[in-house]
C-alpha cells in the first residue's frame, strides 16, 4: 500500500486526536492491560458489565495513532452491546486485521470499523490494531484480574496481562 | 564549503551506488531511500561475489581435513582473521575471535573474563547510552555473582558526563563495559581518554563498537581498549559474523564461553585440555562463510577509505540535522558535538511509528522504536524515536526526500 491515506483516513486521524471515552472508570468491574513491547503501545480497559452487557466502557494509554484511534472506535462500537456481540467483533476485527475476512465481501458486523482493513497490508502494524481488542476480549474474561493468554495469544509477541 | 565540496568528490557516489545492487530496489512503487544503516548495512556485489564464489569453490569445514578443499577454506578463513587484524590495528592474528556478532562478543566477555574475574561487592561501570546487549550480559553477570552495576549519566545532548565518570571509580570497580558510538544518538565517545582513566585506575575495558566500525578506521594500539566487540552485517558483511578483538594476555587467562569441538588440544573423560587462543574461543564450526565474506567488506571499505566514509557520512549528517533542525514542530533527540551519522527525532504529535508507516510509503526506510536502549529513551523521557542513520552510499537528495516525508506526515496529523 503505497498512498497511506487510504490508512491514515480522516476518522482515524480525529479519533486518535480526540479520542472517546478516554480515561478510567471509578467502580469498574472489568479491567485488563494491553502492552506492545515492540511499540511501546501500551493500552488500560475498564468496563462495567452488568447482566451480560457492557454498561460503560473506557480506556486510557500511550500508543500509535492506529492502536488509538482502534481503541476510540472499539469502545464506541461496543458499548450497550451482550458481551457475546463484543466477543463477534473481536472475532471479526482481528479476522479483518489479519487479511482472513474481507468486510466488503463477507458478512460482518463491522460498520465504521472497516477504515481498518487497510493494515492487513502492513505486518508491522497489525498487532497495533488489535492491541485493543485484544484487551477487551482479556477484559471481558477476567472478572478478577488474571494474567491472561499464552499459548491463545492472538497477537504473539504482545503481552496482555489482566490487572 | 570548499572542504565540503573536496569530500563529497572523495566518494564517487554514483559508482558506489551502483555496487549495492539493493539500491536499485523499489518500494511502494518508489526507489527505495535507505535510512536503516545502524540497525543493518546493505552488501556491495564485491561482498556478494565473494560468498557466491566461496560457496561454489572453495567450501569445506576448516581445521580439520587434509583435503584440498579443506585446506583452502581453512586460508581463506584464517587470511580473513588477518584482514580483521589489519583494520584494527591488533598486533596479533590470535587476538582476533570470530563471533556471531556484537552480542555473542560481548557475552562472551562476560562469561570468560566476568565470571572468573568479578565478584561479590564488585562494580561495573557501564554508560547510560548503551544498547541491551551491553547492558543485559553484565546485569546478568550481577545477579549472579552479587556484584553491582554503576551508570556514567549523560547530559541532554547525549554526551557522558566525564566528571561523574571519573567519580564512579573506587576500589571495587572491577570493569568497565562501554559503546564507543551509541545507536540511538549517534554521540561519540571519548573512548580513548576514558579507556586512559580506567587504565589509570587499573581497571580492563570492552568497547562495542557495533557503530562504530563502518563509519572510522580503528587503531587499537591508540584506543588501547583491552576489549573491542563489532558485527559483520553493520559493515556491509554478512549477519551471522562479528568479531572479539582481545589483548592476549587477557584472552590467555580467561575461561572459554563454550565447550565443543576445535577448542580442544585434548579431551578424555577425566581431562579437557583446551586449546590455544583463537582456538579457545572458537567452539564447533564457525560461520566460515560469513567470516570470508566480512574479510571481503573489510577490502571493499578498505578501496573506499574509512577517512573519506566518515567525511562524507559527517557532511551527510551535518546537512540532515541542519534541515531536520529547522522544521518546526520536529526535536532532534541527541546533539552531542561529536555525533556518528544517526539522526534520532521526534515528531510533535505523532508516534514514531506512524512517522514510519508513513515514510515506507514513499520507500523510505528508517528505524522506528526503542533502538533496544531503552534506558535512553527513559533519559528522554520518550517511548521511541524515529531514527534516520546514514551510510556512505546515501545522498543529500535522499535527505531531501526525508525532509519532504516528515512535512507529509505532519500535514496528515496538523
Ligand atoms: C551499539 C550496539 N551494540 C550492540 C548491537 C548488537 O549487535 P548484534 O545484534 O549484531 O549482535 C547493536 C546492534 O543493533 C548496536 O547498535
Known amino acids: 500500500m503505497s498512498d497511506m491515506r487510504q490508512l491514515y483516513q480522516e476518522v482515524i486521524l480525529d479519533h486518535n486526536r480526540k479520542p472517546r471515552n478516554f480515561g478510567s472508570l471509578s467502580g469498574a468491574n472489568r479491567h485488563a492491560e494491553g502492552h506492545n513491547p515492540l511499540c511501546g503501545d501500551h493500552i488500560k480497559l475498564s468496563m462495567n458489565v452488568l447482566d451480560d452487557k457492557i454498561e460503560t466502557i473506557a480506556f486510557e494509554g500511550e500508543g500509535c495513532a492506529i492502536c488509538k484511534a482502534s481503541a476510540s472506535m472499539m469502545t464506541g462500537a461496543v458499548k450497550g452491546k451482550a458481551v457475546q456481540e463484543a466477543e463477534t467483533l473481536v472475532e471479526e476485527f482481528r479476522n479483518m486485521a489479519t487479511g482472513t475476512l474481507d468486510p466488503d465481501s463477507q458478512t460482518n458486523h463491522l460498520g465504521k470499523l472497516k477504515v481498518f482493513a487497510g493494515v492487513k497490508d502492513l505486518p508491522s ?3 497495533c490494531a488489535i492491541l485493543p481488542w485484544h484487551t477487551l476480549h482479556a477484559a471481558l474474561h477476567s472478572e478478577i484480574s488474571v494474567s491472561t493468554e499464552g499459548a491463545a495469544d492472538p497477537i504473539p509477541g504482545a503481552e496482555i496481562g489482566g490487572q | 564549503m570548499k572542504v565540503e565540496r573536496m569530500n563529497i568528490e572523495r566518494i564517487n557516489i554514483d559508482q558506489v551506488r551502483s555496487d549495492f545492487p539493493i539500491l536499485g530496489l523499489q518500494v511502494s512503487g518508489k526507489p527505495l531511500v535507505y535510512l536503516d544503516n545502524a540497525a543493518s548495512s546493505q552488501m556491495p556485489q ?9 560457496q561454489s569453490a572453495e567450501h569445506s569445514n576448516i581445521h580439520r581435513a587434509v583435503h584440498y578443499l579443506s585446506e583452502l577454506a581453512t586460508k581463506e578463513f584464517e587470511a580473513a582473521r588477518v584482514k580483521v587484524q589489519h583494520f584494527l590495528k591488533a598486533k596479533e592474528s590470535r587476538e582476533i575471535i570470530f563471533t556471531r556478532g556484537t552480542t555473542e562478543a560481548i557475552n562472551l566477555v562476560m562469561h570468560g573474563y566476568g565470571r572468573a574475574f568479578i565478584g561479590k561487592g564488585d562494580e561495573i561501570i557501564l554508560s547510560g547510552l548503551e544498547h541491551h546487549a551491553n547492558i543485559v550480559p553484565w546485569q546478568m553477570l550481577a545477579e549472579e555473582k552479587g556484584a553491582v552495576l554503576r551508570v ?10 566525564i566528571e561523574e565518570f571519573e567519580a564512579l571509580f573506587n576500589a571495587k570497580t572491577k570493569f568497565l563495559a562501554l559503546s564507543h ?4 544518538l549517534g554521540t561519540i565517545n571519548p573512548v580513548k581518554q576514558m579507556v586512559a582513566l580506567a587504565h589509570m585506575h587499573g581497571v580492563p575495558v570492552l568497547l562495542d563498537g557495533a557503530q562504530a566500525a563502518p563509519h572510522q578506521a580503528l587503531d587499537m594500539q591508540e584506543l588501547d581498549c583491552d576489549f573491542y566487540a563489532f558485527s559483520g552485517h553493520k559493515m556491509c558483511g554478512p549477519t551471522g559474523i562479528g568479531v572479539l578483538y582481545g589483548k592476549a594476555h587477557l584472552l590467555e587467562k580467561m575461561q572459554p564461553f563454550m565447550g565443543g569441538g576445535d577448542m580442544i588440544l585434548s579431551v578424555t573423560f577425566e581431562k579437557t585440555k583446551y586449546n590455544v587462543i583463537p582456538a579457545k574461543f572458537e567452539a564447533g564450526t564457525p560461520p566460515i562463510m560469513a567470516a570470508i565474506a566480512l574479510g571481503a567488506a573489510i577490502d571493499y571499505l578498505n578501496g573506499i577509505g574509512l577517512a573519506n566514509i566518515e567525511a ?6 551535518a546537512y540532515a540535522t541542519e534541515q531536520v533542525s529547522a522544521m518546526p514542530g520536529v526535536r532532534i533527540i541527541g546533539t552531542a558535538k561529536k555525533k556518528a551519522a544517526v539522526l534520532s527525532f521526534e515528531i510533535k504529535g505523532v508516534h514514531p511509528h506512524d512517522v514510519g508507516t508513513i515514510l515506507n510509503g514513499d520507500g523510505i526506510a528508517i528505524r522506528t522504536g526503542h533502538h533496544c536502549a531503552q534506558p535512553v529513551m527513559q533519559r528522554f523521557h520518550v517511548p521511541a524515536t524515529a531514527r534516520a542513520s546514514f551510510a556512505f552510499y546515501n545522498t543529500k537528495q535522499e535527505i531531501d526526500k526525508l525532509v519532504v516525508g516528515i512535512r ?6 496538523s
Open chain 2, 408 to 413: 507529509k506526515v505532519q500535514e496528515m496529523f
Open chain 2, 152 to 161: 556514567i549519566p549523560m547530559n541532554d545532548a547525549g554526551e557522558l558526563l
Open chain 2, 46 to 54: 564485491a561482498v556478494i561475489d565473494r560468498i557466491v564464489r566461496y
Open chain 2, 181 to 184: 558510538v551509541s545507536n540511538a
Open chain 1, 125 to 127: 502494524r497489525v498487532k
Open chain 2, 312 to 317: 562524507y557520512e559527517g557532511e551527510l549528517l
